[in-house]
């Protein structure tokens, strides 16, 4: 998982207990955590997203793609103590919302207020997590 957070290892274990309700649908590109503490709202704000995997060679040079996954959406409501708020935004709300279709969540996990975003795609400011080679048929995990 990229950004690890030695300093907070509740939110490493926030994170990996929501990876393991992610089912991934073909193979999960490397999965990136995010953490804010917005100290006007008291929350810490932990994004997590499957990383973009960029093609390389053919026809399909420089593309893009998201890795496919489910949630399960029971399994992760049994992490927080409480649950203030769940709920599913489908598209960006405005142009400047960079984390488009996700599940949000607000409640307490470890006796901490948290809101959890778990991203359909990956925010477009992260670089690639992995690479395809079609012409070796390899997979590079980036990070």
Sequence with gaps: MKHSLPHLPWINELAEAV??????IDSL???GCHHFFNSETAQHEVTIFASKTEILGGADDGRQQDSP???DLKGLLTLF???DEFVWQTTPVHEE???GAHISLEGTYRDKPVW????AEAPPQF???RVFDTLSACVKNLW
């Design 19 to 24: 990876l393991a309700r992610i089912l991934p």
């Design 29 to 31: 590109a490397p999965v």
């Design 69 to 71: 996954f489910c949630l």
């Design 81 to 83: 103590a409480t649950v």
């Design 97 to 99: 919302d960079d984390l």
């Design 116 to 119: 959890l975003r778990i991203l």
């Design 127 to 129: 670089e690639n997590g």
